[in-house]
């Protein structure tokens, strides 16, 4: 299941790049937060916190118990951060999306592929991971952290498509078509042809010698 997070908010009274600027200077992130039929609502983070958050590794998947003045927390998904382009590490701006248990959402999870497919252990054969993620629609509390699928059974020139991939709790998204991983046949190295040598004004004799030759 996802994982999940606290985070502590404040209301941003003052809005625009200038207000924006100082607050990442003072070590705040600024903020918004949509979705489930309310306003959106102009925020302020702490930066330590939405990174450390960031370097979890889950990030886009983590459900946030986010407290807002000292409200009762709501929970809320990460829908969009912005970086500085120059600096990566620098956040410039965190967008938050709230859910509620009973509303499905749509997110992106990743697709971990798991186990050797037939075709590479036994064929020598290499695998080629077409897609890294699929959007998929369900319940907060249904999200997992990726999507494991099994690919054991791949041989040489076999793929796997959206449509084979089935979720108990949730809908995927994307075309059922698109193939997310192919097992292709291995490159076969042709040997460049050996260069002629060149030819001299006289052929040269290649004899064995005699014994009388040695001799002397």
């Known amino acids: 299941m996802a994982q999940t997070a606290n985070l502590q908010a404040a209301v941003r009274r003052d809005t625009g790049k200038g207000a924006a600027r100082s607050l990442r200077r003072e070590g705040k992130v600024p903020a918004v937060i949509y979705g489930h039929h309310r306003e959106p609502e102009a925020l302020v983070l702490e930066a330590p916190a939405v990174g450390r958050l960031l370097k979890s590794g889950h990030a886009s998947t983590t459900m946030i118990e986010l407290a807002i003045d000292g409200r009762a927390a709501v929970k809320a998904m990460l829908r969009e ?105 291995p490159r076969t190295e042709v040997e460049a042809p050996v260069a002629a040598e060149p030819v001299s004004g006289e052929p040269e004799l290649i004899r064995k010698a005699k014994a009388d030759e040695t001799a002397e």
């Not at 999507?147 to 998204?173: E, M, T, W």
Request: proline share 5%; aromatic share 2%; net charge negative.
């Open 81 to 185: 951060v912005q970086r500085n382009p120059v600096k990566q590490h620098e956040i410039l701006h965190v967008d938050l999306y709230e859910v509620t248990a009973n509303e499905k959402i749509t997110v992106s999870l990743p697709v971990h592929l798991v186990g050797t497919a037939e075709g590479v252990r036994n064929a020598g054969g290499v695998l080629d991971q077409v897609l890294h993620a699929l959007d998929v629609k369900m319940l907060p509390g249904d999200i997992p952290d990726a999507l494991d699928v099994d690919i054991a059974h791949l041989g040489i020139g076999q793929s796997l498509y959206v449509r084979d991939i089935k979720i108990a709790k949730g809908d995927v998204l994307n075309d059922a078509d698109l193939p997310v991983c192919s097992i292709v046949a």
